[in-house]
């Protein structure tokens, strides 16, 4: 039996940054088979997260992928030989023996590595690689990527359907008609997790708001702001893959509401203010204000429609108390995250709004961005958070909004740890 590789730094350049995040991988030995999909280039940097947390990473490229990345990519990217064909060596007996690797990883798997795995195929390095690794019970983990069509297809069910208990999936993000790998960071937190290592927001009880609100005017108008809930899906739904137990009060957003929340559908402010009051009277570790909630509604809405004959009509508004001042009265303890728009702002205008909110509403945190800036209007599926507490500023940088999720969802875990 050939004995497990053990990392030295000596050995390449690019291991110098081997435990460099963590040693939470330390001395695990992983295989990344690389198969041909677009997302192949990710893997690069999946590979080098492994690493930064402790692992010594082989990749095992498809003949497809070596065609959209050099194999000398990923063999300074691990500082190990890169397998590309099977030789007299035994490259698959010595990484999917008995006991040679404590995990196979494929990123991106493809609909034609997953039938081949399903149906006991071994053509390819790959594919030969898993047939042993599968028979020798070392746990595989597949990252799904195809187009949406091909996710869909009876066969390509069939074989997860058949795999699901035996290998461990990662679910692809379905993003405009494809189903998409994901991220390098999900498939880090997921192993991290798996190898036995907790994220701080584990079983932690959350209340959420997203979405906008609407007040009425009259039975068919409404007042009401351009709020998707897309941020606030997201981040809930990284809370939920963390372990979060979240109850998530939820505006008529655009978005679907993240699956495993407990979700409480609004309408208006007073709905909202209504539904978290409510559910304050049970114990909670953390509230997140990320809701777009009306600052001002109708003093007197009109009970029957307004006729549109009118040439004009007047429609007098009213401050409504604001949800996040009454949090630390209905629940002293709990974790507090208000988020804040602005408009046309600086750096450190928006920084000074964020640490006037933080005092005003006794938050622990405060997450700003400004709505009004040209590059969020050119587009607003990326955006720019600034994250201000009691002791320090962070600047996210532009990025898109799940990535956003991402970097708060973080934020927060540094928090309570």
Known sequence: MVAKKKIKKK????????????????????????????????????????????????????????????????????????ITK?????????????????????????????????????????????????GSKIPILMCLAMHESMYDNSAVKKNIEFLKNKIEFLAPQMIEGKAKASEPEEVLEYILKKFGLRSALENKKVLMTAGPTIEHIDPVRVITNQSSGKTGVSLASQLIS???????????????????????????????????????KKKFDIVIM????????????????????????????????????????????????????????????????????????????IIANDIGSSRYKKNPQNNQVIIVDSRKVVVSGWMKKQRIAKFIKKQIELKIK
């Open 11 to 82: 050995d390449h350049p690019s291991l110098d940054i081997v435990s460099s995040h963590g040693v939470e991988l330390s001395g695990k030995r992983i295989v990344l088979c690389v198969a041909g999909s677009v997302a192949a280039y990710k893997a690069i940097e999946l590979a080098r997260l492994l690493m930064r947390h402790g692992a010594d990473v082989t990749c095992v490229t498809s003949n497809a992928a070596t065609k959209l990345i050099q194999p000398d990519y990923f063999k300074w990217a691990t500082g190990n030989k890169v």
């Open 290 to 365: 990320a809701a777009a909630v009306a600052d001002y509604v109708p003093t007197k809405p009109s009970k029957n429609k307004i006729k549109s004959s009118k040439n004009e009509i007047k429609i007098s508004l009213k401050k409504v108390p604001k949800i996040i001042d009454q949090i630390k009265k209905y629940q002293k303890n709990v974790l507090l995250v208000g988020f804040k728009a602005e408009t046309n702002l600086t750096k450190n205008q928006l920084i000074k709004s964020a640490q006037k909110k933080l005092k005003e509403s006794s938050s622990d945190m």
């Open 242 to 280: 963390a372990g979060a137990k979240v109850t998530f009060v939820y505006g008529p957003g655009e978005e679907k509401p993240p699956k495993g929340a407990k979700i409480i559908n609004v309408l208006s402010s007073k709905d909202m203010h209504n539904a978290v009051k409510t559910e304050l």
């Open 86 to 134: 099977l030789t007299g060596e035994l490259e698959h007996i010595r990484l999917a023996d008995y006991n040679q690797s404590d995990l196979i990883i494929v990123y991106p798997a493809t609909a034609n590595t997953l039938g081949k795995l399903a149906n006991g195929i071994d053509d390819t390095p790959i594919s030969t690689i898993l047939t042993v690794g599968f």
